[in-house]
């Protein structure tokens, strides 16, 4: 399967489960720009993967043709990427509030 899309998926549900399920560290966490954005990722995902089957490519695929061969580590590495733009912004936000 298209691994890519099924760990972005797997990612944006995890991540909107913990933003309802963490009330008292929405704001804290800024749960809220984690699930938008890993949600953001499994649209873009999707519809990338709709635009290539209407063309006549197969939706059920285990590699890439870029230069990831895997469609999990492809996953993963667009999840961790995601995952390190979040973190510096939560940790930017408590550094500023100390530093004023």
Avoid at 29 to 57: N, P, R, S
Avoid at 68 to 80: K, P, Q, R, T
């Amino acid at each position: 399967m298209k691994m890519w899309l099924i760990i972005t998926l797997i990612a944006a549900i995890i991540s909107s489960a913990g933003f309802f399920l963490l009330k008292s560290q929405r704001r804290k966490l800024k749960l809220g720009f984690l699930a938008l954005m890993l949600i953001g990722t499994f649209i873009m995902v999707l519809v990338d993967h709709v635009i290539a089957f209407i063309a006549g490519e197969p939706f059920i695929e285990a590699t890439t043709d870029g230069l990831i061969g895997s469609g999990a580590i492809l996953g993963l590495l667009m999840v961790l990427s995601v995952f390190v733009i979040w973190l510096i912004s939560v940790f930017t936000k408590h550094f500023s509030k100390h530093a004023a």
